[in-house]
């Protein structure tokens, strides 16, 4: 018995010796567009963490948790957490405090914020959040097609597996309230050969970016506008961008560089 009871004393002592996995809150709300791969994209998250057994992650369709405020019921809030996950769409049901607090838990607290695809289709009516992402979408003139990719930044841990360019089946967004004086951008649409006098192209510059990181106070943030269709979700480098995106945001990637720059002039 004494050998029984020494062994689960020690066990616990190593268990509690071992540093916690970081936990990642996923936020799958649709108030706007419906999108079929947002499943896609939480359950994705969910296995990168399991698979590199470096984050557990909490999958929500809610917002509850997005609050510094103290919950009841086994209910964990901001504080919990080490990164926050968005594959939203719409105006989501957020209140004042918990704005405020979702904005301090990456400004303040020094923690990550992850943003798929529509992330950036969401919270129009919130300037800040805006501002938090480096812009918002408008419009998808070519809607899904085989998009040529070009990897601006070959440095950053979440786009150096890449190629220097290569081809994706997805839904490339245009941005508006987008500016690289506010975001270093990783990836971008290479245009040749895409219709840029099409119906619904409002940028002039050529400049669609896909995937980009800004620090944000003492926070970190990345986004990429990839994920709406499956293939996307379940493209191998693409899997190691976002496992390699939140290591950077959750602070265990040191290299990465999220000074804004111009657009190279190739």
């Known amino acids: 018995m004494r050998m029984i009871l ?3 004393v020690g066990a616990a002592l190593a268990l509690a010796q071992t540093p916690g996995k970081k936990k990642i ?15 896609e994209g939480m359950a994705t998250i969910w ?11 909490y999958i929500r369709t809610d917002t ?4 510094k405020k103290k ?12 990164a926050v996950f968005f594959y939203t769409s719409g105006e989501l049901d957020l209140d004042e405090e918990q704005k405020t607090s979702l904005l301090d838990f990456i400004r303040k607290d020094g923690k990550g914020f992850m943003v798929a695809h529509s992330g950036v289709d969401t919270l129009y009516q919130w300037p800040e959040y805006g501002e938090l992402v480096g812009g918002y979408f408008d419009l998808h003139p070519w809607n899904q097609f085989q998009a040529k990719l070009v990897t601006e930044d070959p440095g950053h841990p979440a786009t150096s597996h890449f190629p220097k360019d290569f081809f994706l089946f997805d839904e490339i967004y245009q941005l508006k309230s987008y500016s690289r ?13 895409v219709d840029l006098q099409k ?10 970016a896909v995937s980009w990181v800004r620090n944000y106070g003492a926070g970190r943030v990345f986004v990429s506008t990839l994920g709406h269709t499956v293939q996307a979700w379940e493209h191998p480098q693409v899997q190691k961008m976002w496992v390699e995106a939140a290591k950077w945001v959750m602070g265990m990637t040191k290299e990465g560089d999220a000074t804004p720059r111009p657009k190279p002039a190739k």
Do not use: P
Not at 71 to 82: P, S, V
């Open 6 to 8: 020494c062994f689960i």
């Open 25 to 39: 809150l996923v936020i799958g709300q649709s108030k706007g567009w419906q999108h079929d791969s947002t499943s």
């Open 47 to 57: 296995k990168l963490g399991k698979e590199t057994g470096l984050w557990e992650t």
């Open 64 to 67: 509850e948790l997005l609050t």
């Open 71 to 82: 919950l009841g019921a086994n209910a964990k809030n901001l504080d919990y957490f080490d």
């Open 181 to 193: 004086d506010r975001v270093r951008v990783l990836m971008r649409l290479d245009t040749t050969g």
């Open 199 to 208: 119906q619904g192209v409002h940028r002039t510059d050529g400049d669609f």
